[in-house]
Antibody, heavy 123, light 107 residues
């Protein structure tokens, strides 16, 4: 059974750096054609993709947030870590990680999601 | 990055009716492979359709996906009470993932 679980602070102050960890089970971060993305959702509606990291360590970031984001993985710990610098009130959202699967005939999609963790940015 | 639009924003229907949800890419896209997700309040999104028309494991046959060339459709043939939710489309292009803004299907 594939599971993903996010962990990290519920409250951060403006200008601080947010660090979130996604711990996965039921699959390996070294499995071919597999990756993990970070996605956030504010006000219960818009889903905003932030970053992903693939089994081969290929990474990509949302263009408008690229300078603030860093994603990494520790395969031995089954963890993916997202760091986001210079947090502001607009970054208040539920942050989730999701497993990415892909193939030439199926495209790229998220087949398993964590429940998400609410992060509030406030002084 | 590709921008996806979804219409309508809200779809008000009754159980047993047919729902047709649209997702369009504003720019021309190389990929024709779209995914659809269902999200209920307080829950994580659930994968319904990938590869534009492939139902994910455990998804009932009343859900179907179609489309190409940046114009995609999710159809729910006969709405069940548990289908009232928000539906999102998602595309991957040029190393970026994009979600549409969602369509809420309510009673």
């Amino acid at each position: 059974q594939v599971t993903l679980k996010e962990s990290g602070p519920a409250l951060v102050k403006p200008t601080q750096t947010l660090t979130l960890t996604c711990t996965v089970s039921g699959f390996s971060l070294s499995d071919a054609k597999t990756g993990v993305s970070w996605i956030r959702q504010s006000s219960g509606r818009d889903l905003e993709w932030l970053a992903h990291i693939f089994w081969n360590d290929e990474k990509s970031y949302k263009t408008s947030l690229k300078t603030r984001l860093t994603v990494s993985k520790d395969t031995s710990k089954s963890q993916v870590v997202l760091s986001m610098t210079n947090m502001g009130p607009a970054d208040t959202a539920t942050y989730s990680c999701a497993r990415v699967r892909f193939s030439g005939s199926s495209g790229f999609y998220f087949d398993s999601w964590g429940q998400g963790t609410l992060v509030t940015v406030s002084s | 990055e590709i921008v996806l639009t979804q219409s309508p924003g809200t779809l008000s229907l009754s159980p047993g009716e047919r729902a047709t949800l649209s997702c369009r890419a504003r720019q021309s896209v190389k990929s024709n492979l779209l995914a659809w997700y269902q999200q209920k309040p307080g829950q994580a999104p659930r994968l319904l359709i990938y590869g534009t028309s492939i139902r994910a494991a455990g998804i009932p046959s009343r859900f179907s996906g179609s489309g190409s060339r940046g114009d995609f459709t999710l159809t729910i043939s006969r709405l069940e009470p548990e289908d009232f939710a928000v539906y999102y489309c998602q595309l991957y292009a040029s190393s970026y993932f994009t979600f549409g803004p969602g369509t809420k299907v309510d009673i």
